[in-house]
């Protein structure tokens, strides 16, 4: 629970990455969690088979992107700090995010749509939190980097599912 707290600190933008402890299990419970709900909300809007493989498409991109990035900065011996840190931070977006995307779905009110772009700003800035720690650029690159992270995450998994489908 104390490693839980560690890398939720990162969610609201305090805390080092080099201060975090490596957790496997915690790591294993980030995915799960991640994996469950994604297949929860993915299963809602097409079918349960679909939703299986975008979010394992999903995982995959994940950790090519991390790999990438670690790689070309030369953090590679970060690399499961990063990834429990990105997916952590994630399944707290998500806690937030679900009942939105509910409230969303079932009304026209405009302000569940603000909250909603607000909790998506929110997990665009943890990233690029996150990054600015991995490639000490300052802000912007970090930024365009975060926002690489979401378009090739969940805009490469929807096309690759599309050509898998």
Known sequence: MEHL???ISLCW???????????????YRALIFYVTIGIFVITNM???????IQVFIKVVLILLFISIVLFFTKGMKQYLKVLTSYLVCQDLISIFALPLLIWVTVTDDSLAYYSLSAVMLWAVAIIA???????S???FPSFLLSL??????????????????
Request: hydrophobic letters at 50%; aromatic letters at 16%; charged letters at 10%.
């Open 5 to 7: 707290k560690q890398y």
């Open 13 to 27: 933008f305090k805390g080092s990455l080099e201060e975090l402890p490596e957790s496997m299990p915690l790591l």
């Open 46 to 52: 097409t079918g349960f088979i679909e939703a299986i």
């Open 129 to 135: 939190y996150i990054n600015n720690q991995i490639i």
């Open 137 to 139: 650029l300052g802000s």
């Open 148 to 165: 690489t992270f979401f378009l090739s995450v969940y805009g490469g998994s929807f096309v690759l599912l599309l050509l898998v489908a």
